[in-house]
């Protein structure tokens, strides 16, 4: 049952991101949703164009049984002519009464955190984009997957 909810929202994500500009976006699974410090899934991005202005998300999916209203994050960033750089981030995951934020489909709430809004890349190339948990738990439970979104405007 788990397998074909993740699998819809999977299809779901694919058909709403084909028509919303989307030029990249990837998710990567948390094993048994358990996300450790050493866990820091990594996103290869090839831009070809530099004079172009981006909007960067992190995408995250958590369950309901998720036991934080929130998520600190280091997202990392390396590439041509940009600086080996991480920056804190934190991602709002309910609201104060303690309603999930987000989309939801059974169990499973799936957030889109705008990091970079546009963002120049400095030159072409390949750019590696790299998410680590950054709670003062590890390892970090009920997180589904993270990953990069990336928007061309």
Not at 9 to 18: A, E, G, N, R, T
Not at 77 to 85: R, W
């Amino acid at each position: 049952m788990i397998k074909y909810l993740i699998y819809s929202l999977s299809i779901i994500s694919f058909l709403v991101s084909c028509t919303n500009g989307t030029f990249y976006e990837k998710n990567e699974p948390i094993p048994n949703r358990s996300w450790t410090y050493e866990k820091k899934p990594a996103f290869n991005i090839h831009i070809d164009d530099s004079k172009a202005k981006y909007d960067i998300y992190i995408n995250l999916r958590h369950s309901n049984e998720y036991r934080f209203s929130n998520l600190f994050v280091l997202l990392h960033e390396k590439g041509n002519n940009l600086a080996d750089t991480a920056y804190r981030k934190e991602i709002p995951l309910a609201q104060l009464d303690g309603r999930w934020l987000g989309n939801s489909a059974g169990s499973l709430y799936e957030v889109q955190y705008l990091a970079k809004e546009n963002f120049v890349f400095p030159d072409t190339g390949t750019y590696t984009f790299a998410i680590e948990q950054n709670m003062r738990e590890t390892p970090l439970k009920d997180i589904v997957d993270v990953g990069i979104k990336v928007i061309k405007k």
